[in-house]
């Protein structure tokens, strides 16, 4: 959509200005506050020598100095860089040389993190949240130069991969890529001025970032947290009466667990996730928690996050096979199956690789050109990676990653539908099903469970169950019990890690006969 900005969002009018835009931890910003702090910020990153194009590290959990930054940031025609305070040092270091940032916004609890780093070349400006980021933001102008906001096509953020299957990307996303999605999906997901949504997804990560800014498009008033708790999240819920919220299948699987008799929500319109696969049985038990508001998006930090929604579902048996959909495209959105080796157009019902065209899409990977090449068409098309297949009337249903499809002695498995049926065991709590070097098959089936307490399951038992709910080339031929199964901050299995934990174990390795496949 024409006219859309970063630099121009929390631009206080009329009456308006002065209505809460953030809330935390007992702090009320409103929305003049909010564009005074991002005008000053842009002005102290202009006078600390912040040129047009440069980094800025954003080193920061869900805090309101995130949004003036944000903001800041592309009022100054620098770029924003929001950075994962989740990774190990040397990853955040990976991904910091990769950006080239030599200016850094840093709170007292990433503060070690960022000190752990070696940044090459001496920083220009590194802030600090506290009296001292204060004191800094007090010293600036009043009001940004104006003048130092660029065209629409320019990058505004650099979003990175999860990385869930090899290093971060840094993906470049333009004003033109924001006014493709934010003022479109708006009204789409019922966000209205007087709406109240809860940001408790983090920032860093393209579906905090989308849910932020489509907030602050509205005219709503955001609360954010830090605290991802069951507990706290159903406080605010109740307390803070959200009407919209943006959750990941993990957060909401913590709160139907914890959920009490009586727990009411009424307030609540639109109950957005995902980010990650949802079990069947959660996805259930969150439709009776909360009613028919619940709407599952697809999408990747390469399209500026959703491009798909399934609607709040009033009529629709759980149990019905659409209710697995991830929905169908926007109607911005184009949407095709693709065989992922020619690049034929799939018919209904036929598997192959998601692809997709839309100003959301990327203008490509920072430094990357190759893998840019890789991921657009010269017609314009994303070739997003993940497979599945379209029906009849449009709706799209995922499997798995191109790459995690697992091809044993001819035939394809995926990995989605064995982990369906592994979760079905009563024992099982969580599962990710990867493949593994098989020395007559060229590749297996292998599994890493998490049981729930007290199991004793043993591995062995868990391919017994399994034989009569899998064809034999899908069971298992690998299993290992994990504690936990290695995930990044928005709830992916990490499936490269995975791997590298089922590899050194052939000790479990159950063979199967050629007849039993």
Not at 12 to 21: K, L, Q
Not at 274 to 298: D, M
Not at 424 to 451: I, N
Request: proline share 7%; hydrophobic share 40%.
């Amino acid at each position: 959509m024409a006219g859309y900005r970063l630099a121009d969002q929390a631009r206080p009018t009329g009456e308006r200005a002065d209505h809460p835009a953030v809330l935390y931890a007992g702090r009320t910003l409103s929305f003049r506050d909010v564009d005074g702090r991002a005008d000053r910020f842009a002005a102290g990153l202009r006078r600390a020598g912040v040129g047009d194009g440069d980094r800025v590290g954003l080193l920061l959990p869900n805090v309101p100095e995130y949004l003036e930054a944000l903001i800041g940031t592309a009022r100054a025609g620098a770029v924003a860089v929001p950075l994962n305070w989740r990774l190990a040092p040397s990853e955040l270091a990976g991904v910091v040389a990769d950006a080239g940032i030599r200016h850094f916004l840093v709170s007292p609890a990433t503060t070690a993190l960022h000190d752990a780093l070696a940044v090459d070349g001496e920083p220009c400006l590194v802030l600090h949240l506290g009296d001292d980021y204060e004191t800094w933001l007090a010293a600036q102008p009043a009001h940004a130069e104006p003048g130092w906001v660029r065209a629409p096509g320019r990058t505004v953020l650099q979003v990175y991969t999860s990385g869930t299957s090899g290093a971060p990307k840094g993906v470049l996303l333009t004003d033109a890529n924001l006014g493709a999605k934010v003022p479109a999906v708006t009204p789409w997901w019922g966000v209205r001025a007087d709406s109240r949504t809860l940001l408790a997804t983090p920032l860093f990560h393209v579906g905090g970032l989308s849910w932020a800014l489509v907030g602050l498009h509205a005219g709503a008033t955001t609360v954010l947290t830090t605290d991802t708790t069951a507990g706290t999240l159903i406080e605010h819920l109740v307390a803070d009466r959200i009407t919209h919220t943006f959750l990941v299948p993990a957060m909401i699987q913590r709160l139907c667990a914890a959920a009490t008799d009586g727990l009411s929500f009424g307030h609540l319109e639109g109950v957005m996730f995902g980010a990650s696969p949802i079990a069947a049985e959660t996805q259930q038990a969150a439709y009776r928690l909360f009613g028919p508001v619940l709407r599952q998006l697809y999408g990747l930090s390469e399209t500026t996050g959703a491009f798909t929604e399934m609607p709040a579902q009033h009529d629709l048996d759980p149990s019905a096979p659409r209710w697995r959909s991830a929905g169908r495209a926007y109607p911005w959105v184009e949407l095709e199956i693709r065989d992922p080796e020619s690049g034929r157009r799939r018919a209904p019902g036929e598997f192959g690789e998601v692809w997709t065209r839309s100003a959301q899409n990327t203008l490509g990977y920072h430094g990357r050109p190759a893998e840019t090449a890789e991921l657009l068409t010269g017609d314009g098309w994303l070739r997003t990676g993940d497979g599945g297949h379209l029906d009849e009337d449009g709706y799209l249903f995922l499997t798995d990653r191109i790459k995690d499809l697992i091809i044993t002695g001819g035939e394809n498995v995926y990995p989605a539908e064995v982990e369906q049926v592994l979760r079905r065991h009563p024992e099982v709590a969580d599962v990710s099903v990867v493949g593994v070097p098989d020395p007559t098959w060229g590749e297996g089936v292998g599994a890493a469970v998490v049981l729930r307490p007290g199991s004793g399951l043993a591995p062995d038992e868990l391919v017994a169950w399994a034989a009569a709910h899998l064809a034999g080339y899908k069971r298992p031929r690998l299993v290992r019990v994990l504690a936990e199964l290695p995930r990044n901050a928005t709830g992916k299995v990490l499936r490269r890690q995975v791997r590298e934990q089922l590899a050194p174990t052939p000790a479990l390795t159950t063979t199967r006969s050629q007849e039993a496949r």
